[in-house]
């Protein structure tokens, strides 16, 4: 019989990892990018002799121990190099000149909170409880091994017997939103840490879980970027015998009898297949490209009323100079605010590529400035360029001030400037708003589900990090096994995995 064919609509992780779940299923698949290579958000670019990584600052469960890891064996994402991280981060408090570092080393961290903020006793030992809390059970599958469509009572009950230990630190109150809970908390700066660990509106469940990698040495830093973790991907679907067409976009779906029969490219042509997978932003797929006719109320809800994350503006900097004693990435709080996009920012966090010699010759390193920024401000400053550079010269003209007040000398030290705003993100991936993960994870979210079907249209699926809670890059791989695991089951196929 002749294999069943899929075409899958983006090049970024969660259109690699479909197309390696349905390889692995017999199905033969293409996949259609616009951009010249893979990897859509996870980019890194070269500027000189410095590589710019713009995507994954970090990666949980990149080595075995966790059964979140067979993942990363299914994809190939094994054979990327990871460098293990003894700190998450610093957070340094310039006004009253006090730091902290957030280390894999839990007594440590909580001798080093108690001392820096003896008034919030209490709440310093129900912080470092959840996150070794957390730790009791393998959690890093949680809710993940099999798509929510498919989630019988009984998996429930298989679920949270598993992860029993852990489970009261993922139940009600673990779910106050981060902004909530550092409501009690007396010290300005142990409040301002906690709400910078990640985003804000998180459960503080999900910083336990994050620390909770952190202490058990499973998060990782990509030694080589980005680019180099999507390369194992697409090697994987390459080996797997899968096709790429590169500078390829998708405008349209064709679609018969309310069922998906192919794409339509930008130049015209039109390619059919028996399935079509989109991987790539769910509003323009589901309001544009099908003209919303394949919605209920729960889609039009989340387009509606679900915040997507803010975007970032990044300003990287290769600097012919060593950064030996910082951590790779670090928050300061600073007394004078940096403007950006009509807002000031009294926080600046900073990534210190400093961790591999990949990324700059020796002596020399990457060090990126990032900072949340809105989408709208940027948008609409892109449309008049003179302006948008003049913008992007003023804010890299503030950074570079305060960064030679931090390190003195390196104004004159800086090699290569390179900005990227969230203009830049949405040009290169379309993704709306320039999100950079999809849905703001939330409270509101974190037992939500996204199906990975439409109503009324078949043989279509989504996935990537619109077709989730939110995004991450385990996330989006997740979304493709999900989705073929679905396909699989809906006809009638044993799902496979292959190692
Ligand atoms: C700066 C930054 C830091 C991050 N840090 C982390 C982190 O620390 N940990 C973590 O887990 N995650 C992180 N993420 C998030 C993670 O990288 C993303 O959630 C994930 O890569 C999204 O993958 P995706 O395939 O769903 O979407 P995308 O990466 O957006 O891929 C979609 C692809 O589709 C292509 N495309 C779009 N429209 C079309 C069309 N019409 N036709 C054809 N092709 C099209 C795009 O070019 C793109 O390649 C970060 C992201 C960024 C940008």
């Not at 096709?243 to 779906?253: A, L, P, W």
């Not at 339509?264 to 544009?288: H, K, T």
């Not at 990287?316 to 951590?327: A, I, L, T, Y």
Request: with cysteine; net charge positive; charged share 25%.
């Amino acid at each position: 019989m002749s294999k069943r064919s899929i075409i899958v609509i983006g090049g970024g992780l969660g259109g690699l990892s479909t197309g390696i779940y349905a390889l692995m299923n017999d199905y033969n698949v293409t996949i259609f990018e616009r951009n010249p290579v893979p990897g859509g958000l996870a980019a890194c670019w070269r500027r000189k002799q410095y590589l710019i990584d713009g995507g994954i600052h970090f990666i949980a469960g990149y080595k075995p121990g966790l059964s979140l890891y067979r993942i990363f064996e299914e994809v190939g994402a094994h054979k990327a190099e990871y460098v293990g991280l003894e700190v998450y981060a610093r957070y340094i408090d310039e006004t009253s000149q006090r730091s902290i570092d957030i280390s894999a080393d839990l007594d440590k961290f909580q001798n080093d909170l108690l001392s820096l903020f003896p008034k919030d006793k209490r709440i310093i030992k129900h912080f470092i409880k959840g996150i070794r809390g957390m730790a009791k059970s393998d959690i890093s599958e949680f809710g993940f091994k099999k798509p929510m469509e498919l989630m019988k009572t009984k998996d429930w009950i298989v679920e949270f017997w598993q992860n029993r230990k852990s489970l009261r630190y993922f139940l009600g109150k673990s779910l106050m939103e981060v902004k909530d809970y550092v409501e009690k908390i007396k010290d300005p700066m142990f409040r301002e840490l906690l709400l910078n660990m990640f985003l804000p509106e998180v459960p503080v469940a999900f910083l336990w879980m994050i620390l909770s990698f952190v202490y058990q040495k499973q998060l990782g830093v990509l030694k080589k970027g980005s680019f180099d973790f999507v390369k194992k991907l697409e090697n994987r679907f390459l080996e797997l015998g899968g096709t790429i067409k590169y500078r390829s976009q998708v405008d349209d779906i064709l679609v018969k009898d309310d069922k998906a029969v192919g794409v339509i490219l930008e130049d015209g042509s039109a390619f059919n297949s028996d399935f079509v997978i989109s991987a790539i932003d769910g509003y323009n797929v589901i309001f544009n490209m099908l003209e919303g006719k394949y919605v209920n109320e729960k889609i039009k809800n989340r387009y509606k009323n679900w915040k997507v994350v803010e975007p970032f503006v990044c300003i990287s900097f290769g600097v012919d100079m060593e950064f030996k004693d910082e951590v790779w990435m670090t928050f300061f709080k600073t007394p004078n605010p940096v403007q950006v996009a009509n807002e000031d920012k009294f926080l600046t966090m900073i990534r210190f590529f400093n961790y591999s010699p990949s990324f700059a010759p020796e002596g020399k390193t990457v060090i990126q400035v990032d900072f949340e920024t809105e989408w709208e401000y940027w948008f609409e400053l892109s449309k008049d360029k003179k302006r948008y550079n003049e913008e992007k010269n003023k804010l890299v003209d503030q950074v570079i001030k305060w960064l030679e007040k931090r390190y003195p000398g390196i104004s004159k030290k800086i090699e290569v400037t390179d900005v990227a705003t969230p203009y830049t993100f949405w040009r290169y991936t379309l993704n709306q708003k320039g999100a950079y993960m999809g849905f703001l994870p939330s409270s509101k979210t974190f037992y939500a589900s996204v199906e990975k079907e439409l109503p009324g249209l078949d043989c279509f699926y989504m996935t990537g990090q619109w077709a989730m809670t939110t995004g991450g890059v385990q996330t989006v791989i997740y979304s493709g096994r999900h989705a073929i695991e679905l396909l699989c089951h809906n006809e009638g196929k044993v799902f496979k995995t292959l190692k």
